[in-house]
């Protein structure tokens, strides 16, 4: 498919966006249509202006739907959540040169559909270097060996989950104001996933995982995978 003109009309970011680390708040510079449906994920065009790129999605599977940005490694980029069938949900990320997946995830459960897409040119604003990586497991129903202790604001930090239990589990992290600002995303039992998140300002941060067990029913938060940590002032 051919690349998408800057032309084409901006797309703002509206509600419910996730406010991941790559997520702007910006109109896009192009758009592209994603269309999720039970078995597909289909986009009109897969090769992409770099910098701030507005995907437009369309929910026509008969569940509810999610729609993620990663880069080639798995990294979340950006996400919208609780898409229902038959409504559309706007998403702006901004995306330098490389290669990225777009997944959709009918249901909100299972490995979702994805589909390549390619950013191209000089534009985009590339992710802040880690200060350092914390790696650290997943089970059923904690991070056993999660330690967030002495991180300041400011930093950034390069988290790698190693999933040790029976089923997927993620990891997002809240600011104090309880929006979303980054998260490994779902990872299979075996799988290893990771985020870059800079913590901006102080205050106490939220981390947790809401994916929904598979024996319950109940969401994770529910069966204490969550908790709370303090960054600092620098």
Do not use: W
């Not at 901006?10 to 790559?22: D, K, N, Q």
């Not at 008969?62 to 559309?88: H, I, P, R």
């Not at 950013?119 to 330690?147: C, H, K, M, N």
């Amino acid at each position: 498919m051919s690349t998408l003109s800057r032309t084409l009309a901006p797309l703002a970011a509206v509600g419910a966006l996730i406010a991941l680390t790559a997520c702007s708040t910006a109109a896009a510079d192009v758009t592209v249509d994603v269309t999720g449906t039970d078995d597909a994920c289909t986009l009109s065009a897969d090769v992409l202006d770099a910098g701030n790129i507005g995907f437009e999605f369309t929910n026509k599977a008969g569940d509810v739907n999610e729609l993620y940005v990663l880069k080639s490694n798995g990294d979340v980029v950006g996400e919208v959540e609780n898409v229902t069938t038959g409504t559309k949900r706007s998403l702006v990320v901004d995306l330098v040169a490389g290669d990225y997946l777009v997944r959709c995830k009918p249901g909100q459960t299972g490995d979702g559909i994805e589909s390549a897409i390619t950013g191209t040119g000089e534009g985009g604003t590339a992710e802040p270097t880690p200060d350092r990586t914390l790696t650290f497991e997943s089970v059923e129903f904690r991070y056993p060996d999660l330690d967030v202790d002495g991180i300041t604001a400011g930093e950034t930090i390069r988290f790698e989950m190693a999933n040790k239990g029976s089923q997927a589990h993620e990891f997002e992290v809240l600011d104090p104001d309880g929006n979303a600002i980054g998260e490994v995303a779902s990872t299979e039992p075996g799988g290893v996933s990771g985020a870059t998140i800079t913590f901006e300002s102080p205050g106490v941060y939220t981390y947790q995982c809401i994916l929904v067990d598979e024996n319950t029913g109940k969401q994770h938060t529910e069966l204490d995978m969550t908790g709370t940590f303090e960054v600092a002032e620098a």
